[in-house]
């Protein structure tokens, strides 16, 4: 069975750091672009941050841009975001998704991404 699985989130006070994990179950992601995106009670999902297959390109979302960091590590199948100085705005539901595409860029369409995750939370508040 082809999965991922996200861990990491929980509560945290505005101006901490989480580090989510997004690790891939019944498959390698060598040729998967990987991203992760978000989605807060009321409002549209939107694309965090994607990193490329190839080369390890990577592409955030302006919100997150310098506070956010997204790495792979394909030996162990996984792929992280590290958020640092965290809002309150940046409450959300966070999933992982993937795509098979062997490739130098990463984009932000969710159509784009086969398999997702079960998400994981992540509160900012004090």
């Known amino acids: 069975q082809l999965q991922l699985v996200e861990s990491g989130g929980g509560l945290v006070q505005p101006g901490g750091s989480l580090r989510l994990s997004c690790e891939s179950s019944?498959?390698?992601?060598?040729?998967?672009?990987i991203a992760w995106f978000r989605q807060a009670p009321g409002k549209e999902r939107e694309e965090v941050s994607c990193?490329?297959?190839?080369?390890?390109?990577?592409n955030y979302a302006d919100s997150v841009k310098g506070r956010f960091t997204i790495s792979r590590d394909n030996a162990k199948n996984s792929v992280y975001l590290q958020m640092n100085s965290l809002k309150p705005e940046d409450t959300a539901v966070y999933y992982c998704a993937a795509e098979r595409r062997a490739a130098y860029s990463c984009s932000g369409n969710a159509n784009h991404y086969v398999y997702w995750g079960q998400g994981t939370q992540v509160t900012v508040s004090s």
């Open positions: 990193i490329s297959s190839v080369g390890s390109s990577t």
């Open positions: 019944g498959f390698t992601l060598d040729y998967y672009v």
